[in-house]
């Protein structure tokens, strides 16, 4: 009967046949994460549609790794959890294990661990880079821009971030004045950081206050800035629509390109600056860039093209400037919330400088626990959220929760290493919430997880900590840090609202306004 009712009924006969096939085509998802327990969603968080519309119930978004971190694997009572879109999206393991992301990333280049290309398009719209590249290519980057990361270029760091310090005071007017409220400190560190990596990996003499260009066009910083916050936008909008009269757009548009050429420019600029010097020469006088456009003219098996060096140098820009950024702001906002933190941090620079007043860069190495800082604040807001590979063959993983095994994934399959989970793991850092710097007492450099694991872990640690503890150590000599209530607001609601609110802010994570008092310690 069932059979006679179906071939009188052919669009009967078409959905149940699309049902069948669409509940096979889930089953078989489900079978590719061995049925792991997880979310169940529409689209995948790593898809366009799935990060371009709004963290809810049934589509996790870019927002889930903040907003459901608590409760995502269960109350971290799983090491590893699945998402099988039900729409669309690749089925994908998220793990909040710092044991699994250990195991996975210190072998990876033994057990040929991908980045997966799709994800790194935004990167590749500027060529191959060190952060996109997988294998030889990889190996090749690596190669020629680690040994750019000397003492030399530490030095560099730490004086230029003195300067940039003093540019501020003077520009913003503080150096008169004992007090100063800012809506805003995200947006100092933004500039802070720029100008920092500008003079230090490219030899590029910015200043604090950015002069408006003389031809209309878009000033470095500012382009530079448009395009970190509009790169989803450039992958799904297509080129026709940047003729229309739409100002966002073209605005848009014109920052995209006017980074283009910028960066074209510096390379013209520094390769006719270069003389017939070796590498290691220049280096010692030069920096990142420097080894970047000497590799120009090298042959193929270490030399670069032109799209890779504009890749690596757009990379590189991107990953030293908004990660150190985001954490920064993150630090002063904690710090200016918890008193007692801050408290302990000014006494270790009391006791460091004595009767100097100026700090020094062994000063600054010397500072464990405002490290301490920087590292917890890390911690809690990773600047660089998820690290996702795809594996080229089976690897095996010791799980703990929800009980002891050892568990096969599977060749082809894509494991997300998730920074946020693990970090606030409990099982790992006791009481996740809170603002606790001791806990990085004694812990060595490698450890410190928040940089990634194995042989592509930052190549920046270094030049990152050195910037951002001679800024806070500034800051906290001169000057005692509250926070900037709204009317009616306790401390506990500014935190919540504050601190409470992370997410993807361009191409790093972290918090976005943080709302700051500067009071300074011995009035002018
Ligand atoms: C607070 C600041 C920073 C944080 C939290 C951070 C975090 C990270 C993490 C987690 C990775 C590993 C990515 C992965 O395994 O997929 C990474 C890689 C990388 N970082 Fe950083 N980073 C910071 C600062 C910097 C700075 C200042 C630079 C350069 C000046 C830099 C350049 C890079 C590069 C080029 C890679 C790719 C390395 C490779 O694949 O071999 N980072 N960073």
């Not at 998802?29 to 898809?47: E, I, M, N, T, Y």
């Not at 520094?270 to 042959?299: M, P, V």
């Not at 600054?364 to 626990?369: A, E, G, P």
Request: include cysteine; aromatic fraction near 10%; hydrophobic fraction near 40%.
């Amino acid at each position: 009967m069932v059979l006679d009712l179906l071939s009188h009924n052919p669009l009967l006969t078409a959905t149940v046949l699309f049902v069948a096939l669409y509940l096979q085509w889930y089953r078989n998802r489900l079978k590719s994460v061995d049925h792991l327990p997880g979310l169940r969603v529409a689209f995948s968080p790593l898809s366009l549609p799935g990060a371009l519309l709004p963290t809810s119930s049934w589509n996790p978004g870019l927002g889930w790794y903040w907003q459901w971190r608590t409760t995502a694997y269960m109350n971290h009572e799983n090491d590893i959890i699945s998402i099988v879109p039900f729409v669309f999206g690749k089925p994908l393991y998220y793990t909040c294990s710092s044991k699994v992301a250990q195991h996975l990333l210190s072998n990876e280049t033994k057990v040929n661990l991908e980045k997966p290309k799709l994800l790194s398009r935004v990167f590749l719209l500027w060529g191959e880079s060190l952060i996109s590249a997988n294998g030889n290519l990889w190996k090749k980057f690596r190669r020629l821009l680690a040994p750019a990361f000397t003492p030399q270029t530490f030095s560099l760091v730490f004086r230029e971030s003195v300067a940039i310090y003093r540019e501020m005071l003077a520009e913003q007017g503080w150096d008169r004045e004992n007090e100063a409220a800012i809506d805003d400190v995200g947006q100092l560190a933004l500039r802070m950081t720029l100008v920092v990596l500008a003079r230090c990996g490219f030899g590029v003499p910015l200043s604090w206050s950015e002069e408006a260009t003389t031809d209309g066009s878009i000033p470095f910083g500012e382009s530079l800035n448009v395009v970190c916050h509009t790169h989803i936008e450039r992958l799904v909008i297509p080129n026709w629509a940047y003729k229309l009269p739409i100002q966002r757009l073209q605005h848009m548009d014109k920052a995209w390109k006017a980074l283009g050429v910028y960066m074209r420019e510096l390379i013209a600029a520094r390769r006719s600056a270069i003389d017939s010097t070796s590498i290691e020469a220049q280096t010692e006088k030069g920096d990142l860039f420097t080894r970047l456009i000497e590799a120009l003219d090298e042959d193929a098996r270490i030399g670069l093209e032109e799209s890779e060096v504009i890749g690596n140098t757009f990379a590189l820009m991107f990953a030293g400037h908004e990660t150190t950024a985001r954490t920064l702001t993150a630090t002063l906002g904690y710090l200016a919330l918890y008193q007692d933190e801050q408290a302990k941090a000014y006494s270790e620079i009391v006791q460091l400088l004595g009767s100097r007043t100026e700090l020094t860069l062994e000063d600054v190495t010397k500072m464990d626990f405002i490290h301490g800082c920087f590292h917890e604040a890390l911690r809690l807001h990773p600047a660089g959220p998820m690290l996702p590979r795809d594996l080229t063959k089976d690897v095996y993983v010791e799980l703990q929760h929800p009980y002891p095994r050892t568990m096969c994934l599977p060749k082809g399959s894509r494991v997300i290493i998730d920074m946020i989970g693990i970090h606030h793991n409990p099982h790992t850092f006791p009481e996740p919430e809170r603002f606790k710097p001791s806990r990085w007492e004694g812990v060595p450099e490698h450890e410190v997880t928040m940089f990634g694991w194995g042989p592509r872990a930052c190549i920046g640690r270094k030049f990152a900590t050195t910037e951002a503890v001679t800024v806070l150590a500034l800051f906290l000599r001169d000057w005692m840090l509250e926070v900037a209530l709204e009317p009616g607001e306790t401390i506990q609601t500014y935190q919540e609202r504050v601190m409470g609110q992370s997410r993807l802010l361009g191409l790093a994570f972290g918090v976005e306004t943080v709302p700051i008092k500067f009071c300074r310690r011995h009035p002018l």
